[in-house]
């Protein structure tokens, strides 16, 4: 092994004092606050506090639970088909891409909660045994949603636990005192023998190849909260893969924006290298044209069949009050993008961040697109109506990214954020007499917990000079 | 069986909005005041909507009033997770209070937009509490609500036939809007009786469902297109967007049954 590969691995798992970490976690951290004491201030003062109205009943809190829920295909999504179809620049994306998944998951998961008039009373949706034997209506999609999020999130947290393992064993071996205790805990006793290696990676397999299906359903049902009505403009056939495309649009654009500055604030560059972009920004691509397509469709259908109804949303969207952010929509993410990233010097680190950035506010408007229009041009012209979001509702929308970054920020600082056993797998993978193929599970067993040695071995030594 | 239903006439409709109030009274509807209903947020089961066909002076004034259809096949019904909002044995699209959360799916799905939300919780400021009604129970913060077809005097009347030993009759359930309005323009029954007066109205070459392409085989009939004998002539006919009014003027055959409908004692 090369000196510089071993004190580069080390930089992965040794978690350095950054002054602009504490700086971002504390900034986040006020954002967390804010979020949660605009929610405290709704549940004080009722449901009320918000913009809503008849008949625009549905906001910025149903736009932003589709949002995060997108934002969470980046990773379990990406990661498992990278993982399953075994490409090998996967490994320095996987876990930063996991980790979005679950906190995404985790913040976009409390919106149907607070967008309750009476949120206390979240649990009549959840089948809980009672005297009186009320069941949820499970005709409703409303009562999927919960079910679909609910395993999504189980199977994310474990897609993203498996893997974090041996990473946690490391730490454990060189930290002392509380630290210790703590990944002591979280490692679950990870001891890297031949057995325990076969099992993870049985177990990882399985949950990627679980995941996946799991991950296109979650969005497809939040696509059907919208697609199940009567509403014009939602009841749509295309909703499925139009929301699970979009989510994974929105998905690559988060993960691409948080390995940038991954790659710049940490210092990253040897693994999330230029080729490490440029694969995923050809992936980017081709959900830009997907994007595009799907929403081409979705408007062209709608004009050409000319339905009274579904007319006046749609011109609500084209030229009317809602145009502003439609055309924005529209530029940031399909002509930015494809302007941007066919060419080679497009895709790169930061142009790839910045075009990120305009795909997560398109993304978002997208959503709030679908929401507001439709309900504010109801069948009956009569009661027509438009809708302002209040304070509470932006401050909890900005406040929501706070929660996320926080949870995010102190992760990276409980864990490596790429993963390093894989990549230290990889390496060998390269430098090695390749041993892929050679034996069966348990020389692959042997090889990787070799691998798993090397770094827990190079760590150590290094935490010494480093502590 | 019985199913509940309403024929509204809306060619009776003067839009004096005596029925709006009525319902508000009977139903302790939260009063919103006056910043809150420019929201969008008044509260009314019942809404006159008002329409301008023409232009001045050859314009003609329309009222339509709006309640819950109380549809056979309800599109607010399903997708509520909690069954909050749920079909009667008799027809009745119900509301359990108790157990609404607050999604407002129902009130999306309403393709007729009745479903009314309360946003806060309601306040009665003395002398206003006196005026509840005891029969109808109070709504909180966060609970959907609308038209019920007045089912505490449904069920008063069922009580009322009970104990005098006889079956409901026509006529004996008046609701809120009914009872306060001077027009005669509703007229409420049990619309599986083919005797009683909305099953008969409802035969009417003027009855209509409202959106009823749709499917949602609503309980409300509308009667509509009437020949007003000048405001509405037959230059400006084919100009006009409900297909019922562009019917040629019918020589009225619901009339007296319209009118009978209104000579029901109180």
């Given at each position: ?10 930089r ?9 970490l ?21 549940l ?9 109205n008849r ?14 829920i ?12 990278l ?5 090998e ?20 998961g ?20 009672n ?9 409703s999609?409303?009562a ?31 930290a002392s005192?509380?630290r210790k ?11 890297g ?12 397999k399985?949950?990627a ?19 199940m009505?009567?509403v ?17 649009y ?9 390995m ?5 604030g ?6 999330l290298?230029?080729s490490v ?24 259908t709608a ?13 609500t ?12 929509m529209v ?11 066919p060419f080679r ?19 978002w408007l997208e ?13 009956l ?8 979001p ?22 990276m ?7 390093v056993?894989?990549?230290a ?8 007499p ?7 599970a348990?020389?692959?067993g042997?090889r ?5 040695r090397?770094?827990g ?5 290094a935490?010494?000079?480093?502590a | ?20 109030v ?7 509807v939260?009063?919103?005041?006056e ?13 006159i ?24 096949e ?24 108790a ?8 009130a ?6 009745v479903?009314?939300f ?7 400021p ?11 129970s109070?709504?909180?913060?966060g609970?959907?609500?609308k ?9 008063g009347?069922?009580?009322?036939a009970?104990?005098?030993?006889r079956?409901?009759?026509d006529?004996?359930?008046r ?7 001077p ?8 619309l599986?009786?083919?005797e ?18 749709l499917?949602t ?5 509308y009667?509509e297109g ?7 002539g ?33």
């Amino acid at each position: 092994m090369a000196g510089s590969g071993d004190r580069a691995r080390e930089r992965l798992a040794l978690n350095r004092f950054r002054p602009w970490l504490v700086v971002a976690t504390l900034a986040s951290g006020a954002l967390t606050l804010l979020f949660f004491y605009a929610w405290g201030y709704q549940l004080w003062n009722g449901i009320g506090v918000v913009g809503m109205n008849r008949p625009v009943s549905w906001g910025i809190y149903e736009s932003t639970f589709v949002f995060w829920i997108g934002i969470s295909h980046a990773g379990t999504l990406i990661s498992a088909i990278l993982r399953v179809t075994g490409a090998e620049w996967r490994r320095p994306v996987t876990r930063c891409a996991e980790a979005i998944t679950v906190f995404a998951l985790c913040v976009g998961g409390l919106f149907p909660i607070l967008h309750l008039g009476r949120a206390w009373k979240v649990y009549y949706v959840m089948p809980l045994p009672n005297s009186r034997g009320l069941w949820p209506n499970y005709r409703s999609p409303l009562a999927w949603d919960s079910v679909a999020i609910s395993a999504y999130l189980i199977g994310s947290i474990l897609y993203l636990g498996l893997p974090l393992l041996p990473d946690l064993a490391i730490l454990r071996d060189r930290a002392s005192g509380w630290r210790k205790r703590f990944w002591t805990l979280t490692a679950l006793g990870w001891s890297g023998t031949a057995q325990q290696w076969r099992s993870l990676e049985a177990g990882i397999k399985v949950m990627a190849i679980v995941i996946i299906p799991l991950a296109v359903s979650v969005h497809t049902i939040v696509s059907w909260d919208f697609a199940m009505t009567l509403v014009p403009m939602w009841n749509s056939t295309i909703f499925g893969p139009y929301f699970v495309v979009g989510a994974i649009y929105s998905g690559i654009a988060a993960l691409l924006v948080a390995m940038a500055l991954l790659r710049f604030g940490l210092k990253l560059g040897d693994w999330l290298t230029d080729s490490v972009f440029s694969k995923l920004a050809l992936l980017f691509l081709v959900m830009t044209m997907a994007w595009g397509y799907f929403t081409f469709s979705e408007h062209l259908t709608a004009w050409y069949a000319n339905e009274v109804a579904e007319a006046r949303v749609l011109w609500t969207r084209l030229t009317g009050a809602a145009a502003p952010p439609f055309w924005t929509m529209v530029v940031l993410n399909f002509v930015v993008p494809m302007l941007v990233l066919p060419f080679r010097r497009g895709r790169r680190p930061v142009p790839l961040c910045l075009v990120g950035i305009g795909v997560l506010i398109g993304m978002w408007l997208e959503r709030i697109l679908i929401v507001v229009p439709s309900l504010a041009t109801p069948r009956l012209a009569y009661t027509v109506g438009s809708y302002t979001p209040s304070w509470v509702e932006l401050s909890i929308l900005a406040g929501s990214a706070g929660l996320f970054l926080f949870l995010y920020l102190v992760f990276m600082q409980a864990a490596p954020i790429l993963s390093v056993w894989e990549i230290a797998e990889g390496e060998r993978h390269e430098a090695g007499p390749s041993p892929v193929g050679a034996g069966g599970a348990s020389s692959a067993g042997a090889r990787t917990a070799g691998a798993r040695r090397d770094a827990g071995h190079d760590v150590g030594a290094a935490a010494t000079g480093g502590a | 069986m019985t199913r509940w239903g309403m024929v509204v006439d809306v060619d009776r409709c003067t839009g004096c909005d005596a029925c709006v109030v009525a319902c508000q009274e009977e139903n302790n509807v939260q009063i919103v005041g006056e910043s809150e209903a420019a929201n969008g947020r008044a509260m009314h089961w019942l809404r006159i909507e008002r329409y301008v066909e023409g232009e001045f002076p050859d314009a003609r004034v329309t009222f339509r009033p709006v309640l819950c259809q109380h549809c056979g096949e309800a599109p607010c019904e399903p997708v509520c997770p909690v069954y909050a909002t749920y079909h009667t044995p008799d027809g009745l699209n119900a509301m359990v209070y108790a157990r609404c959360v607050g999604t407002r799916y129902c009130a999306n799905n309403c393709p007729y937009t009745v479903r009314t939300f309360n946003w806060f919780d309601p306040e009665w400021p003395a002398p206003l509490d006196r005026q509840l009604n005891p029969d109808v129970s109070p709504r909180v913060s966060g609970v959907m609500e609308k038209c019920t077809f007045c089912v505490q005097r449904i069920q008063g009347a069922e009580r009322a036939a009970d104990a005098a030993g006889r079956e409901v009759a026509d006529g004996d359930i008046r609701p809120a809007c009914a009872a306060a309005c001077p027009a005669q323009v509703f007229t409420f029954g049990d619309l599986e009786d083919p005797e009683s007066r909305v099953s008969r109205l409802a035969k009417s070459p003027r009855a209509h469902h409202l959106l009823g392409d749709l499917g949602t085989q609503p309980g409300v009939i509308y009667l509509e297109g009437a020949d007003w004998g000048g405001n509405a002539g037959d230059g400006e006919a084919g100009d006009e967007t409900e297909p019922a009014t562009t019917e040629p003027s019918t020589t009225e055959p619901a009339a007296p049954a319209t009118a009978a409908a209104g000579e029901t004692s109180p």
